[in-house]
């Protein structure tokens, strides 16, 4: 029936796929059988560590290298580091066990290395996934960390309390390549997760917790996305917004089914290398009032007594997921990064689903309408939003083989989301819904209407482009987003969706 529906439809139209906004996956890691050789990859090499003198340097203007010694560093950050413990900002342990160097007191102490990282394989798990749309549902592997219990752990300035390094006790780092992030531009990470406390510590105060975060930097001067500068003085640097972008999940499923894997979407945006720098010098860095990290030597082996407490801030970046629970088992699939405005498009039959992300006045403005007409849904006009579909078995490259589809109406609903709903066609005397399953592929762009009743503004921080302070003056209007993918839901979600 599929080569029938396509008879007596609109005229083929393409979508503008060079269109330098579109959404853009920047990478995928689902833990199959490429993970081998992808966690291995060498992105960079680090060969200099710039540090500003802390006597006497105020504004972080002056710096001083210090240089590494002939293959200190020669394996260079790799892929991911894999899961590593950093205390106060003291030890790196990377993926191949070799400890960093820096820190010898602490010798080769296994339980330096609580917990045990392990790829999964679970033939069950090939489906386990397909109800997010995903279109593998899952694969054959899972990435699974185990944690111990770091409480034992002591060095020669005495013992280390947990709460000092507790967003980044343990973590799986992901080194991106150069060019993957970009200026001014939003990021959607999306990963799936469960957690579930190990037999016998079900009573152990501290609940499962896995933190996200898009950073930028390297091991001891690493620092999430910011909103823009922190600063007091409005006239040097007018913005203010000290916040960061990090996401924490804490309530799992996890202590009464370890059977159900959760979705997680967390948004993020990268300003500007500048602003970056800015506020990780004037946001200062989360050990140093415990204890100032120092080498005592530099790279020739000479006393040097500086304190390297101000590390200027490379130009590198990594997605970070924090496993800081003991007593946990943690397991990880499917972790992509996502250039792009929106927390992402779903469908199920004739119904999609679009989440726009960031917190915005949608809801507002439904509850509104709602007062006015008593009708708790707002209805877009159709020129604000286009659907084209990819026929199965085509070259996406090829204009014919793109369709504009046939859409009902798109609605702003009370739950927060916007809904879109295909036409009904006839065939052979009955009537049906075109279904977004029967194509390969479908693409959504979405303008931000302008009439005051339906166009979306960001509400709450933190919201992207902090440091465009027109933008912000004119109300903080959601941007247009183009060319979304979407992923099917096989099982029907949001089913209660409904339209006039």
Not at 72 to 84: C, H, V
Not at 159 to 177: C, E, G, M, Q, T
Not at 290 to 305: F, I, P, Y
């Amino acid at each position: 029936m599929a080569g029938l529906l396509l008879m007596g439809l609109p005229v083929l139209a393409q979508p503008d796929l060079t269109n330098p906004n579109s959404a853009k996956e920047v990478f995928r890691q689902d833990f199959e059988a490429s993970w081998d050789a992808w966690k291995t990859t060498k992105i960079d090499e680090i060969n200099e560590i710039q540090y500003y003198v802390k006597e006497g340097d105020t504004d972080g203007a002056s710096f001083t290298p210090w240089t590494a010694a002939d293959g200190e560093w020669a394996k260079g950050p790799i892929r991911t580091d894999s899961i590593i413990p950093i205390y106060n900002g003291e030890m790196t342990v990377i993926d191949s066990g070799e400890k960093a160097k820096g820190n010898e007191e602490w010798g080769d102490d296994p339980e330096l290395y609580p917990g045990s990282t392990t790829i999964i394989e679970d033939l069950d798990h090939k489906t386990e996934l397909s109800q997010f749309g995903e279109a593998d549902g899952g694969g054959t592997h899972y990435f699974q960390f185990i944690s111990d219990t770091v409480k034992k752990i002591n060095s020669g300035n005495g013992a280390y309390s947990n709460h000092l390094a507790a967003r980044y006790r343990r973590n799986l780092f992901v080194r991106l390549k150069p060019g993957d992030i970009e200026q001014n531009s939003s990021y959607r990470l999306t990963f799936y997760v469960k957690a579930k406390t190990l037999p016998g510590h079900e009573d152990y105060s501290a609940s499962p917790t896995v933190y996200a975060d898009v950073m930028r930097g390297y091991y001891h001067a690493e620092k999430p996305f910011s909103m823009g500068y922190i600063s007091n003085d409005k006239n040097t640097h007018p913005y203010e917004y000290s916040n960061t972008f990090e996401y924490t999940k804490d309530n799992f499923y996890e202590d009464k089914d370890w059977d159900n894997w959760e979705k997680v979407t967390f948004m993020t945006y990268y300003t500007t290398d500048s602003i970056a720098e800015y506020f990780m010098f004037k946001d200062g860095y989360w050990w140093a009032d415990d204890h100032a990290w120092t080498w005592s030597k530099d790279a020739a082996g000479n006393t040097t007594g500086k304190d390297l407490s101000y590390i200027v801030q490379p130009n590198k970046y990594f997605v970070r997921l924090g496993f800081p629970a003991d007593y946990t088992k943690y397991a990880v699939d499917n972790l992509s990064l996502t250039k792009s405005w929106i927390a992402g498009c779903e469908y199920h039959g004739d119904k999609m689903r679009v989440d726009f992300g960031y917190k915005n006045n949608l809801g507002e403005l439904v509850a509104a309408e709602k007062k006015r007409t008593g009708v708790d849904q707002i209805e877009i006009p159709a020129e604000n939003f286009q659907v084209w579909c990819l026929q199965k078995g085509k070259d996406p490259a090829e204009a014919s083989s793109w369709f504009a589809m046939p859409m009902r109406s798109a609605e702003y609903h009370a739950d927060g989301y916007m809904y879109m709903f295909t036409k009904f066609y006839e065939f052979e005397g009955a009537e049906y819904a075109y279904q977004f399953g029967d194509y390969d592929k479908v693409l959504v762009s979405f303008q931000n209407p302008t009439d005051s009743k339906t166009q979306l503004k960001y509400t709450d921080t933190p919201f992207p482009k902090g440091n465009d302070s027109t933008w912000i003056k004119e109300g903080k209007v959601v941007p247009d987003f183009v060319n979304e993918m979407r992923l099917p839901l096989l099982t029907p979600m949001f089913s209660m969706a409904y339209t006039q």
